[in-house]
């Protein structure tokens, strides 16, 4: 039994010094190709096998032939593994320089395609990773494109909206200047209403950039959706009438929200108002509120004849304003883009559709908790 214990120990020792004679080796290589690595590995597999059995036939005081032979079958199996240590490495090299190229290809603007052929599994996983980021990178570039050709879009039509009104105001200002003006009263009722006007676009410009920057402050307090709901119709009423368009309110619960009252008040108004102009005179423009299995569901539904199917996506886009002229009336295209705005804020959702003679726009709100 002692001299297993003294064989054991001395092959030990022998095998040691080749480990950390190979450490010392892969230090200075740890930054340079797995090639290299593996090779060392493979070498001090074999060096520590080698020294362990050396110091053994040393201690056992084996015959010069007995440690030649000894020695041919440990040379043998190192260059079998140095071999194949070198064929792996080559392997994996190949395979990394393949995964690198097609790394670069998305990093340059492009879509990653991983390279064929098997892999290892580290590897494969990076791949998938890879893949996925460029995924993730396509729709992102998409989104910015969109988001862009959005904000010339706004630049453009908000440039439009605010000369037409400032060269009216010009003009009748001039007129009243010069006194030439056949009735005075009339030019200043129009310049206080083209004035309200630009101060309307104004302040929606404001609520839309204090949206985006994400410096929207919320005071949500407990209110009953059917109050709400009955506010923002007595306020939309005066236009309802103005447009012959018929206001129904009556399929909405009482349902209890926990929102920012004034901010909700501007969702529902901004909904009514963009649906009494899209509706025809004699038309009919309903609201309805009602329980559903993701929360609290406001709907307002007009006659506008409906919304193309390729222009439905882009509807809450800033700056959307359908395929209409650019009018005054048509307002600078921030109203959907403020709602749906204030309804993320109150991590709900909108969402609109086509209905018969119409669209529907669906309000999402989390219910109040008890």
């Known amino acids: 039994m002692s001299e297993t214990v003294l064989i054991a120990l001395y092959a030990l020792m022998g095998a040691a010094a080749a480990g950390v004679l190979g450490a010392a080796v892969l230090l200075p290589l740890r930054r340079r190709s797995v090639t290299a690595s593996l090779a060392v590995v493979a070498t001090v597999a074999v060096a520590a096998m080698l020294a362990g059995t050396l110091a053994v036939a040393w201690a056992m005081f084996l015959s010069p032939h007995d440690l030649a032979v000894v020695t041919t079958v440990v040379a043998m199996a190192a260059v079998v593994s140095l071999a194949t240590a070198l064929l792996l490495g080559r392997w994996v090299v190949a395979r990394s320089n393949e995964l690198r190229l097609a790394a670069r290809s998305f990093g340059d603007g492009g879509a990653f395609a ?46 439009h909206d605010l000369r037409t009104p400032l060269a009216g105001l010009r003009a009748m200002a001039e007129a009243l200047e010069d006194g030439v003006a056949a009735d005075p009263d009339r030019y200043l009722r129009q310049i206080r209403t083209e004035v309200e006007r630009l101060n309307g676009m104004v302040g929606d410009l404001f609520e839309l950039s204090r949206i985006h920057a994400g410096t929207l402050a919320l005071t949500p307090a407990r209110i009953s959706l059917h109050d709400l709901v009955g506010d923002a119709l007595a306020g939309a009423d005066p236009l309802a009438r103005e447009h012959r368009v018929k206001l129904v309110g009556t399929s909405v619960e009482a349902v209890p929200v926990e929102v920012d009252s004034t901010e909700m008040s501007r969702v529902l108004g901004n909904l009514l108002v963009n649906a009494i102009r899209r509706t025809p005179a004699d038309g009919t423009v309903a609201v309805a509120a009602e329980r559903s299995g993701s929360g609290v569901v406001v709907s307002v539904s007009d006659g506008c004849g409906g919304i193309p199917e390729e222009e439905l996506p882009r509807v809450f886009d800033t700056g959307w304003r359908g395929s209409d002229a650019r009018t005054p009336p048509a307002g600078a295209g921030l109203g959907l883009a403020i709602v749906r705005g204030i309804v993320e804020a109150h991590q709900g959702r909108t969402t609109v559709r086509n209905i018969p003679g119409g669209c529907r726009f669906e309000v999402t709100l989390p219910t109040a908790g008890l």
């Not at 990076?126 to 010339?152: D, I, P, V, W």
């Open 114 to 159: 991983a390279p064929d052929g098997p892999t290892t599994a580290e590897l494969a996983a990076l791949s998938g990773e890879l893949a996925a980021t460029s995924a993730r990178l396509a729709e992102s570039r998409e989104r910015e494109r969109t988001l862009e050709a959005s904000r010339r879009e706004l630049v453009a039509w908000i440039s």
